[in-house]
Every structure is written in structure tokens, then in C-alpha cells.
């Protein structure tokens, strides 16, 4: 063979030589004629050259049993759609069993839990479903509905209002009552509320000038009649006095009640007894006088034991007017003039102006005690003698008997002023003394 002939010799491989697609990836091609060896492969070559042993496929040994496995019939209607579930497997197609290595963990789920029921009718339409036209009524039915419905709701009403009216009527006039046995005694009453309400002011000027005992009229006639009782001992003269309460209870409670207060009957008993009350004793030791704290009229037993000794008629009208005076102090603390005059004497500064509101408060109950004989001046035998003797001892009463001066009940001039008048009206109208001037209370 000549040197030109010659195969020139191949050098070191180049870089990517036996990568594949490389000129060490193919075998160099043999002789013309000569058999395939193994040696003529460069990788044989290389690896006996190496010292290397046969080379081994890196994949899994394959399982030449197995059959390869013919591809599922595709569902001709499915169309692909992004995100869309994968195709499911017509019902009737041929299921090949998996052999191999089991998975840990069990078979792994395709996606289907059921077997699909689809056939070949598209999953979504493009055509819009037909609408079914809504069914329309004829105008004579709708009226008809309309008056139907109307007719309902006011039965609705005219049902409501009975139900309301009968149940008041229920409620003012139970179906039932509570029973209660013979054997069980009825529950007691609910006390009373206490309601308290605050009266209009008065002022004390009102109550005395304006007050309505004077509106009352006339005092009734209630047939007193003079006690049958000798007055000779300090017990017949209590037992005297108290003979004539009860004529004078009877006498001034219809005027009192009339007025707008209530009544109380007064008690009677003589001075220096201790059932006289503690701010009452002592003011006046000598002479009869009324005590408002116990309204009890306290009267002086040594005078009147006198006076019956010299002359008993005389003592006997002075025992009456003297206790027609001291009760008309009890009427005039009862419908609250007392207890206004005592206010207007106490803002006086001067003692004259308190004399002078004494004097007014002591001429009204001389002239109310003169209206109690005058009413009754029948029964009480004040005619003739009697009633001279009573017209004389009025007319000689007054301040100037006073042995200590003080003038607080007033001149025995004003005395008859007041009770004159008096005795012949019979009417609380003629002894308005806060209302008269200061001449006539003097």
C-alpha cells in the first residue's frame, strides 16, 4: 500500500466528541466486505483499553410479557378547553391491567369517582333555552280577583274591630269570676293611699277677716234649757257646766262642719284641778279662761260659790254667759282664727298694736257667745228679769272692772257695742271685729 494510500492515523478526541450528535457518536464504518465485530465499535475499544467490564442499560429491565397497550377511543364530541377535567372514558372501553412494582399509597385517582353517564350530547349549548310566555288573565277575571281581594281584607277589619270591642267588653265584664269558698274568709282590703295635698296658702288677714264662719248664718235653735242643778258647792258647779255642753255641742257643730273644718267637742273643768294642762296653769289664777293645748275650758268655782251665795239668779246668768263666752273661744280656735290672730299679734312690734288684736280676738267671742243665748234665749229663760240682769252685767263689763288695768278685752262700752246686736241676729255674720276700726275695738 502506498504512504498516500496510507489511513492517517485519527488524534485525541475533540471537546463533545461522544456526546450525542458528535463524530465519536457513530461507529467508524468497516471494510467492504469485513464482518461487524465489536471491536470495531471506538467505544469497545476504549473500554477494553480501560480495563472495563460490559456496559449495563440504565434504564429498568423492561418486562418483554407485557403487551403494548392500545390507546383509549376518544369521545369524538369533547372539545379541549383550557382547565378543563380530563376527558372521561366512554362507557364499554377496554380497561388493560397495570402490571409492575405497586405505587405506595394506593392507586392513584384519575380525576372520576363514578362512571360517566355522558354520551354524545354536548355538555354546554351555544342556543338559548325557548322562554314559556307568562299566562295573562282576562280583564273580567282580574276585576272579579280584585273585588274578591277587596271583599277580604275589609272582613279582616270589620273582624278585628269586633274581636277588640268584645275583648273590652270582656275585660269590663268577665266570662268568669273569682270564687271563694264558704269555708275561706275573703282576703282584706288594700289599705287606702295616702294622698297628701298641699292646701292653698291663706294668709293670716284672710283667715281672720275673711273667714267663712262668718257665712254660715243664722245659729239654729236647739232648745237649751237652763241645768236644774244648784250651783253651792264647787261639785255643782262643774256638775252645772256640764249640764250646758251638750247644748252647746249641738248648737256649733253644724256651723263649724258648714264652714269647711272638722269638729271637736271641748271639755270642761275648773281652775286648779290637775287635769289642767302645764302651759295653760297659772296664766290666770283667778278668773275662768279656755286652754287651746287640751281644748278644755277652765272655770272658777270660788267666784261663782260667792256670787250664788249673794244673789243666785244673777249667778246663774253669769254662769251662762261666762261659758257661752269661753266655748266660743273653742269654735274660734277650731276654724283657725285663734291661731292666725296669735300669729298677727306675735309680728307686732308695739304692745299697743298686740292689745288692741287681743281685744278684737275677746270682743268676737263675747258677740259669738251673745249669739249662742240669743238663739236659744227661749229655752234658756233669758226674758224679763233674767234679761235685764244679763243686759246689765254686759254693759258693766269690760276693762274698767279690770283691777290690774290692762286693757285686752276691751271697754265695756264696746262690749255692748258687740254683744247687743248680736243677741238679736243670732248670726256669726255680726261679729266681724278684725274687719272693724280701731274706735269699736278699743
Not at 257665712?215 to 257646766?241: D, F, I, M, S
Not at 283691777?403 to 255692748?416: A, T, Y
Amino acid at each position: 500500500m502506498a504512504d498516500d494510500e496510507r489511513v492517517p492515523t485519527p488524534g485525541p478526541p475533540r471537546i463533545g466528541h461522544f456526546l450525542p450528535g458528535g463524530a465519536g457518536d457513530a461507529p467508524e464504518p468497516a471494510a467492504p466486505g469485513a464482518p461487524r465485530t465489536a471491536l470495531t465499535s471506538p467505544d469497545t475499544v476504549n473500554r477494553r483499553q480501560l480495563g472495563l467490564g460490559k456496559a449495563r442499560p440504565i434504564g429498568a429491565p423492561v418486562d418483554r410479557t407485557l403487551k403494548k397497550a392500545s390507546p383509549l377511543p376518544a369521545d369524538p364530541a369533547y372539545q379541549g378547553d383550557f382547565g378543563a377535567p380530563p376527558a372521561a372514558p366512554l362507557p364499554g372501553a377496554p380497561v388493560t391491567p397495570l402490571r409492575g412494582t405497586r405505587q405506595l399509597g394506593g392507586a392513584r385517582p384519575v380525576g372520576w369517582h363514578t362512571t360517566s353517564t355522558r354520551t354524545g350530547v354536548p355538555q354546554f349549548v351555544t342556543q338559548q333555552p325557548e322562554l314559556k310566555q307568562p299566562r295573562r288573565f282576562s280583564r273580567p277575571i282580574v276585576g272579579l280577583l280584585s273585588a274578591l281581594a277587596l271583599i277580604l281584607v275589609s272582613g279582616g277589619a270589620v273582624a278585628s274591630y269586633k274581636l277588640i270591642d268584645s275583648f273590652d267588653s270582656t275585660v269590663a265584664n268577665p266570662l268568669t269570676q273569682p270564687s271563694v269558698k264558704p269555708s275561706e274568709s275573703p282576703l282584706p282590703a288594700p289599705p287606702v293611699p295616702t294622698v297628701t295635698k298641699t292646701a292653698p296658702t291663706v294668709s293670716d288677714a284672710d283667715r281672720v277677716q275673711k273667714n267663712k264662719l262668718y257665712t254660715v248664718g243664722k245659729v239654729p235653735t236647739v232648745k237649751c234649757v237652763e241645768p236644774a242643778v244648784k250651783p253651792n258647792t264647787a261639785a255643782n258647779v262643774l256638775r252645772y257646766y256640764q249640764a250646758l255642753l251638750p247644748c252647746l255641742h249641738e248648737t256649733w257643730e253644724p256651723l263649724v262642719l258648714k264652714a269647711g273644718y272638722p269638729f271637736r267637742q271641748a271639755k270642761v273643768a275648773l281652775v286648779g284641778q290637775k287635769t289642767s294642762a302645764a302651759t295653760c296653769t297659772g296664766k290666770h289664777p283667778d278668773t275662768a279662761y279656755y286652754c287651746g293645748v287640751d281644748e278644755t275650758m277652765y272655770m272658777q268655782a270660788k267666784d261663782d260659790l260667792a256670787f250664788y251665795q249673794d244673789s243666785p239668779l244673777d249667778a246663774r246668768v253669769s254662769m251662762m254667759a261666762t261659758i257661752a263666752h269661753e266655748y266660743a273661744h273653742h269654735v274660734q280656735i277650731l276654724v283657725n282664727i285663734g291661731i292666725s290672730s296669735e300669729s298677727r299679734k306675735g309680728w307686732m312690734k308695739s304692745k299697743a298694736s298686740q292689745l288692741e288684736e287681743n281685744r278684737r280676738f275677746e270682743l268676737q267671742a263675747s258677740c259669738l257667745g251673745a249669739v249662742f243665748l240669743g238663739a236659744n234665749k227661749a229655752s234658756l229663760g233669758l226674758r224679763g228679769q233674767k234679761l235685764d240682769i244679763w243686759e246689765f252685767q254686759t254693759k258693766h263689763s269690760g276693762d274698767e272692772y279690770n283691777p290690774k288695768k290692762v286693757r285686752d278685752h276691751g271697754s265695756r262700752r264696746n262690749q255692748w257695742l258687740w254683744e247687743g246686736p248680736a243677741f238679736k241676729s243670732a248670726n256669726p255674720a255680726s261679729c266681724n271685729t278684725f274687719t272693724a276700726p280701731s274706735a269699736k275695738v278699743s
